[in-house]
């Protein structure tokens, strides 16, 4: 018997244990330890019934995702599958923790299925860019119904417990999971319960054959938020196979559906992106077993946009929160904004209006910084200019207790100089968060000079804790995204002043695959984040559009005129604008093709993550992936602008660069990394940077 399987009979009832942490994937050995252990249960006379439960902190929340693409390793996961679904006695699974992909097919196999009241269950393959493989498409809308198993396949979240038992894919919440699952196994026998295999149970599946809008209508809720990728469309339609098709034809059409996707461009670039966030977490040299510092209670300067948004990150993770602002107006509206966001969020049947007290609970308002001297972390969020962030550390170097980590929450400054004013520059560290703070997943982690390792690792460990994706970063102006993003903001406008449409350049980037082109992001944004009036020249067309009051959506008029619908229109106004800046140089309008448009683009933050790279301001180009992906709205089936680059080939994009250098001048000045790389016949992939 494997290892990773235990088998153990109480009295009639036989318990088949997984322990194969930390997560109890489905690898070739648990496979063959289940398999092992089922096949003795069955042939136990004195055995009724079976269990089939997990150690640790979870059910199997997964397939084995090491073993893709690999040669299948006997027996494989439909083998084990067939062989649960049609024992000839009733196997129970008792679930708690997660059971994903693999996981809860594994569950819809078995007759019977139990869970504590905070399991979750879930297909998130689609975030893999592919589909569960193993009749979970089948299985599900016969357990559930077609629009629930199109909003968990499609759509890739998880449901509760409790959603799962009201939508019938678990028959009882218990209080434990083993012994619920124990208890239950016995009613069913005592019930003398018929075995429920779900390929045989149609009856979900009769009003969507009925009226086929109840399908159709869940898809369009699915997938609007879907361009450009093709696993959820390809999960919707094999949902669409349940409905039209005998199992055992839906399950093939499901197996080669997913093999078609496993094998293509966008599943590599997404699970490329999966494990691109894992290994952003190792950060050579800062040992993974280091001691970390306790942070049980954070202190957030400002309650603006940005510090409320810190602040719900922290607060919806369960650790209390002291906002200080510098006036009680301001604070006030801070907190209310915040109480608004989380009052929206129950609304949408996510949060219980208890849930939201909690919540709120946990944050205290104060006007006094020293009501700082108790927190183990401080992060400012005040205004973007170096004299007031001094100003603040200053006062916090003086005020925080000792161990205290001091974070900053600037996009771009030098942290090393905000730094240097305390007398403890080894606790000073960045966390650069993005806008809307409590909803985008990056968090940029920037390591100055002096920047204790343990501090590193605590913020590492502390954003995972509070639902964001880190990646560490040197200093240097705009750290990794805001730096590369610059490069490809001057291409745009560089365009605009040549000829090019504002209107032509966002659509080629929509197009690309990106949420949005870079001046409608703007004016979501505001045209006037780090615009000063007083330093104002009229010399750039940003300049120009804040001179005359036009911020962006906010004011109505950006680079774009908003309806009451936002939604953007040519304005006249800017054309005006643009004209008279291309007649002062000199310059003659001429046609930019959407090719020129995306590599001037493109290639000029692939060519800034080169030098991001050779000057060891991200440790892996992997890394500077997963914060376009998580923070820019880089489309994650192209994998992140390094993996683009490695795609399409170095020495492509390096000839492009050449030639954009001789025309355009050294703006497209080629990194020396990226030559290297070239000479070399490397790929960013091959290079990580040397520890520090």
Avoid at 264 to 293: H, M, N, W
Wanted: charged residues 25%; aromatic residues 6%; proline residues 5%.
């Amino acid at each position: 018997m494997d290892k990773v399987v235990e088998l153990v009979r109480h009295d009639v009832i036989a318990v088949v244990t997984i322990n194969n942490p930390p997560v109890n994937a489905l690898s070739a050995a648990a496979r063959r330890g289940i398999l092992e252990s089922l096949n003795v249960a069955i042939a136990a006379p004195e055995v009724r019934a079976i269990v089939l439960t997990c150690g640790g902190r979870t059910f199997v929340a997964g397939a084995d995702i090491t073993e893709f693409g690999k040669p299948p390793q006997s027996p494989g996961l439909n083998e084990l599958l067939a062989a649960v679904e049609n024992s000839p006695k009733p196997i129970v699974a008792a679930i708690h923790g997660n059971a994903l992909g693999g996981g809860l097919e594994l569950a819809l196999v078995c007759h019977f299925r139990v869970a504590v009241e905070d399991a979750k269950f879930g297909f998130p393959e689609v975030k893999l860019g592919i589909l569960p493989g193993a009749g979970g498409t089948q299985r599900l809308p016969r357990a559930v119904g077609p629009e629930l198993a199109v909003k968990m396949i499609a759509g890739g979240e998880p449901i509760s417990a409790a959603e799962a038992l009201k939508g019938g894919l678990i028959d009882e919440i218990v209080q434990g999971p083993a012994s619920g699952a124990e208890a239950f196994a016995r009613k069913v026998l005592a019930e003398k319960r018929p075995l429920r295999k779900l390929r045989d149970d149609d009856s979900k599946l009769a009003s969507a054959r009925a009226d086929r809008s109840i399908f159709t209508n869940a898809v369009a809720a699915m997938t609007k938020k879907s361009r450009g990728l093709q696993a959820p469309f390809a999960a919707a339609h094999a949902v669409s196979y349940a409905i039209d098709l005998p199992f055992d034809e839906g399950l093939k059409r499901e197996g080669d559906d997913c093999m078609k996707l496993l094998v293509g461009d966008q599943s590599k670039a997404q699970r490329y992106a999966f494990f691109a966030e894992r290994t952003a977490q190792k950060i050579p040299d800062v040992p993974a077993e280091i001691p970390l510092r306790p942070v049980k209670k954070v202190g957030i300067l400002g309650a603006g946009t940005m510090g409320g948004g810190i602040a719900m990150n922290f607060a919806s993770a369960g650790i209390p929160v002291t906002i200080v602002e510098i006036k009680q107006e301001a604070l006030d509206r801070g907190l209310q904004v915040i109480k608004s966001n989380y009052d929206r969020t129950a609304a949408r049947g996510k949060l219980t209006p208890e849930q939201v007290d909690q919540r709120m609970g946990l944050l205290t308002g104060s006007l006094d910084m020293n009501d700082f001297r108790s927190c183990d972390l401080v992060i400012e969020a005040v205004f973007e200019r170096m004299d007031v962030k001094k100003g603040v550390f200053e006062k916090l170097d003086i005020i925080c207790k000792p161990g205290a980590i001091l974070a900053t929450n600037t996009s771009a400054l030098n942290i090393d100089d905000i730094a240097s004013v305390t007398k403890r520059p080894q606790d000073v560290i960045g966390l650069h968060f993005f806008s809307p703070a409590n909803i985008m997943k990056l968090l940029e982690v920037i390591r100055a000079e002096h920047t204790a390792k343990d501090v590193i690792a605590t913020s590492m460990k502390l954003a995972k804790q509070i639902g964001k994706v880190p990646v560490l970063a040197g200093v240097c102006p705009g750290f990794i995204g805001n730096r590369m993003l610059s490069k490809r903001e001057r291409q745009a406008n560089e365009m605009v002043l040549e000829g090019a449409m504002l209107s032509e350049v966002d659509r080629a980037l929509y197009d690309f695959g990106f949420p949005m082109g870079p001046f409608q992001m703007n004016d979501l944004a505001g045209l006037d984040i780090g615009w000063v009036k007083e330093e104002s020249r009229s010399s750039t067309l940003i300049e120009l559009l804040c001179e005359v009051g036009r911020f962006g959506q906010k004011t109505g008029a950006g680079y774009y005129d908003y309806d009451d619908k936002r939604s953007p229109k040519p304005s006249p106004v800017t054309e005006k604008l643009i004209d008279e800046l291309i007649g002062k140089s000199g310059k003659k309008k001429r046609q930019i093709s959407n090719d020129e448009v995306l590599e001037r683009c493109i290639y000029s933050m692939i060519n800034e993550g080169a030098k991001i790279l050779e000057e060891g301001k991200a440790i892996r180009a992997s890394d500077i992936d997963v914060v376009w992906v998580n923070g820019y709205g880089w489309p994650v089936y192209r994998g992140g602008p390094m993996y683009y680059a490695d795609q399409i080939g170095l020495a492509n994009v390096l000839a492009k660069i050449k030639e954009f250098h001789v025309s355009l001048g050294d703006d497209f000045k080629p990194a020396a990394l990226l030559e290297k790389l070239v000479a070399h016949g490397k790929k960013f992939a091959d290079f990580e940077q040397s520890p520090r």
